[in-house]
């Protein structure tokens, strides 16, 4: 078209355009709505048709002002004009030229402006080749941009691919490209074809930089939502493959249930709490019959069924404690004292921690079942942990729980049966456990009953760290010796000691029987125990320190009754001495009791096992011969070498006790102790062993109703032994009358039962013939003399009468 001329200056009606700039030989359609511009386009209608083409730079402002319009335009032919309904106009319209506006005539009715023609600068200032790189470049930004949007019309990427020239490229492009009113309004005005190309490019890879982003962006998150997907979609699979299978378990049902019982505990740590949501999540992930899912599941309801909230509310009461413990057992006063103790710090100080019992006596003297009355005198549960022959870390601490079958330790477990917080658990027999090549138990032990490290003990299996500090732990032991020393110094001993006859006759008359009686379903009118009937049951059919046997032996008695009762037999029985043999059978243990008479190389001594005191007699017989001596009765290394130094010891001696001097070259000796099946060791029998050797070699008779415990040294000394109070109690069982004792284990008699010192007299000695002078019947020089007790005078309870005692 060529109806511009360049050099004129034309008033137009003209037409503010809302997000739309024109080009020239540019072809466009668009509706026109405002009542301004329709009275333009009426207007140049009547005219030539031409009409003014201004973009304004906020397409929001309804009624444009000069400042509101950008200043370069187009001036275009009206070529096509429709009503498009509802008073508006369709129309279409081609560019002319460029102009810009040199003034604004009017506003209304309608806008008409004067304006400049604008004519491009001439490209001969660009080389041929520069452009045609330009056209190039233009060519290759394009292409690359219409591959990120990907519904840029076909036909349209042709037609601009099919551009010759560099115009029509860019009248193409512009035409056809979505850009910002500001971008297309600098391309309108720059008067250089070329710099036009050169914003072309820098727009359109602009443009390709934004969209890759977006691309990048928008695969992302496809991606993640395709994962989802896929997830939910195979996860969907699987549980309806495990429906149809008739596989119950749902892993995301179940695992979402355990999450919510797990985010449900106040007092587990939040450590903890994350550990365990992520097995859930690990759970819920897994199929569930597989066997991954079924060790997951079971971890995890291991550790949720543990106590982490539940506390029994503990009954700090002392009035309370000790009708319970009273309640439940006879005598015992020390151990109940010491409990009562317990209970009263308990209420003053409740959160002072890490007391720890240690009850230690022989077996059967009550020991679980006085921790069982303080965990019900503390209103606590109980649990009973048997330590005997633990020898491996892994029974306290558990395994792995990447060990196939692995399970939590014996600590764990105790916590899982308590089912709360603060049980009493009672470590049985923890002189019992030995260490081996799988590790120490007693380190682990450590960690266990030491108050520092508690709160926080970690168990292999649950492999969080659990608090055991409320936790009040009791201990028992047969011997406290025993226990390995860093635990020991962890617990306070409560020395439990044998029960003495009498004390077993009133256990059994007030505990034993009843609890059995009931035990069995027999009225006390059906089955009754004589006084002389208890204690025939006792003395006849059990040696034992505590009472274990003879409760068994009084069940054993219960079942025969009850047999005959049903069987109609009889309506009721009273046990007697008389008659303790049609239930019993013959009697077991017949009563030694001490020697008829006084008796050359035989004498008593006192032993002390796990299980109690015993008496030991050591029997000695002199034959000619070369000098040999011979030991039986197995007998340990120590006690062999104690003889040894005997027959050392009475060499030295042998002059003041008439014995020939060279005995031990023409007489062979003999030493024998009793019950010759049960092995014994010990040094605690040379005082023993000396005495009979004296008496077997100087004929000398040892006195009937003396006993004796002591280790001698090869010159004589007497070295204090251990076991005083079982000794003692074994003694007085036995009926002996005097019982010689190192000096050095004066102190100790302070622990004997005082029944035991009113029928014994202790005579403690420093040098064996002291023992000699008080056991042997006569002295030496005095053969046809009567034997003279030592001058002696029984102990009574005061340990102070002891001092004054001294063997001439
Ligand atoms: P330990 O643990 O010391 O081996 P137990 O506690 O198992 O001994 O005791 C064995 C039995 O003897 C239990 O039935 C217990 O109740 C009973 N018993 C022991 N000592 C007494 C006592 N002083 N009073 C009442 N019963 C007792």
Redesign the pocket.
Known sequence: MSTANKSTVTTFPAIAMRGIVMFPSMILHFDVGREKSILAIKEAMKKDQLIFLVAQKDYTVEEPQKEDLYKVGVVAKIVQLLNSGSNGLRIMVEGVYKASITDITSFSPYMECTVKSLSDSQRTNVPSDVEEAMVRAVTDSFEIYCDLVPKMPKEIISSVLSQKTAKGLFDKIVQNLYLPVEDKQVLLEEKSLYNRLQILVEILQHETAVLTWERDIYDQVKDQMDKNQRDYFLREQMRVISEELGEGDNPQEESSEYAEKIEGFTNMPEETKEKLLKECERLYRTPSQSQEGQIIRTYIETCIELPWDEMSKEQADVARGERILNR?????QKVKERILELIAVRKLAPDIKGQILCLA?P????????AKSVAAALNRKYVRISLGGVRDEADIRGHRKTYLGSMPGRIINAMKQAGTRNPVILLDEIDKMGADYKGDPSAAMLEVLDSEQNFAFRDHYIEVPFDLSEVLFIT?ANDASAIPRPLLDRMEIIE?GSYTREEKWN?AKK??VP?QLKRHGISAKELKFSKDGLYALIDGYTREA???TL?REIAHICRKIAKKLVEDEIKSFTVTEKNITEVMGIVRYLNDGVRQADEVGVVTGLAWTSVGGETMEIETAVLPGTGKVQITGQLGDVMKESAQIAVSYVRSIAEDYGISTDFYKKKDIHIHAPEGAVPKDGPSAGVTMVTAITSALSGIPVRKDVAMTGEVTLRGRVLPIGGLKEKSMAAYRYGVKTVFIPEENKKDLEEVDNVVKDHITFIPVSHVSDVLKGALAHSPSSKRKKPTPPSTAPIENAPVKIDSISIQ
């Open positions: 439940d057992h006879y005598g015992m006596g077996p059967g003297v009550g020991k679980t079942s006085i028992t439990m256990i505990h034993l609890k505590g009472v274990r409760e």
